[in-house]
């Protein structure tokens, strides 16, 4: 089972940038396509972005397109989200996990304490 730990949230004013990380303890971890979601206060867990096992394709949900990027380092173990124009609707925690298409797949069993964004007005 790979274990995740993500880190690189904050706060940030509207229009700024952060990029978030995720470090996977697996020796398998270039195998397993890898994504992100976030759930904001009194809402379910959402889909945010994709990447496969590669890094050679990316796949986000409608709300962040254009505005953030998915990237992977196999070598480091590491999944990134760059995130840019961030909005006030973008406030959530961020998690990351191991993917089927957009939904988390069972090669995670556990879901990590995820790291906070929040966007101010």
């Known amino acids: 089972q790979v274990q995740l730990v993500e880190s690189g949230g904050g706060l940030v004013q509207v229009g700024g940038s952060l990029r978030l990380s995720c470090v996977a303890s697996t020796r398998t971890f270039s195998t397993y396509a890898m994504g992100w979601f976030r759930q904001a206060p009194g809402k379910e867990r959402e889909f945010v972005a994709g990447?496969?096992?590669?890094?050679?394709?990316?796949y986000y949900a409608d709300s962040v397109k254009g505005r953030f990027t998915i990237s992977r380092d196999n070598a480091a173990n590491t999944v990134f989200l760059q995130m840019n124009s961030l909005k006030p609707e973008d406030t959530a925690v961020y998690y990351c996990?191991?993917?089927?298409?957009?939904?988390?797949?069972?090669?995670?069993?556990?879901w990590g304490q995820g790291t906070l964004v929040t966007v101010s007005s």
């Open positions: 990447i496969s096992s590669s890094g050679g394709s990316t």
């Open positions: 996990h191991t993917v089927r298409g957009t939904r988390p797949s069972p090669a995670t069993d556990a």
